[in-house]
């Protein structure tokens, strides 16, 4: 049997990890402590995957460069303090990818954290050398921009045709669509499924371990 797919890349935040509420919780701590008015809760949750200070720009755009980098900060030391134990896997994340790797899949992450949260929270969960490749947003172009893709398929030697992208946010869809690859929406995350929808996603799932089963079904004869 040959599967459809080669290479399986995934979003952090939201998509493999339940931190969406401390991420909440951390934008409308800096906003306090930089003295702004609070975003809603779904303005906050429809920037996840962006760079932080795309982020913090696109949440408060009259703020200059200067005020970003205060906030930023803020953020930081905020979502440190929340995260001092790190954000549980989803149920069935930590299976499910322990049988795609035995499937023979390649395994990345591409992410919109910076590459030293990104590094703490897979140390934390003893994957610091489990996937193939891992990019976050301070080391390359930020999402929806395809470079994240593009690069990791390159270390990997593989095709758009053949690569997945899963995620929960918009800018992952987005990002898949701007590299020429399918992408997988996951309804648990940032965005609910109806919105994401809109982006063409070639599945969308309610629980990560909908996903196996999903690839299953692709697998054709070789």
């Known amino acids: ?24 919780e951390a934008m409308h701590a800096a906003a306090a402590l930089s003295g702004y008015p609070p975003c809603s809760d779904e303005a906050v949750k ?31 030391d905020a979502y440190m303090a929340l995260d001092a134990t790190p954000s549980a896997l989803f149920p069935g994340v930590r299976e499910a990818l322990l049988g795609f790797r035995e499937q023979g899949y390649r395994l990345a992450v591409a992410t919109g954290k910076a590459r030293r949260g990104l590094d703490r929270v897979l140390k934390a969960h003893g994957w610091e050398d489990f996937f193939d490749i891992t990019r976050a947003a301070d080391e390359t172009r930020g999402k929806p921009h395809p470079l994240m893709l593009e690069q990791i398929m390159s270390h990997c030697g593989a095709v758009p045709e053949r690569s997945l992208m899963v995620g929960d946010a918009s800018f992952d869809l987005l ?34 371990d909908q996903l196996p089963a999903w690839l299953d079904s692709r697998r054709v004869s070789a």
Do not use: K
């Not at 408060?60 to 005020?67: F, G, I, M």
């Open 175 to 208: 990002m898949a669509r701007n590299a020429g690859m399918h992408s997988v929406a996951v309804g648990y995350g940032a965005l609910p499924l109806h919105v994401l929808r809109q982006y063409e996603p070639q599945v969308c799932i309610e629980s990560f």
């Open 46 to 76: 429809g920037i996840i995957g962006l760079a932080l200070s795309e982020a913090i720009g696109v949440l408060y755009p009259q703020l200059d460069e200067a005020q970003v980098l205060a906030m930023r900060a803020h953020y930081a």
């Open 1 to 24: 049997m040959q599967a459809d797919y080669s290479l399986l890349i995934f979003d952090w935040d939201g998509t493999l990890c339940d931190s969406i509420g401390r991420i909440v």
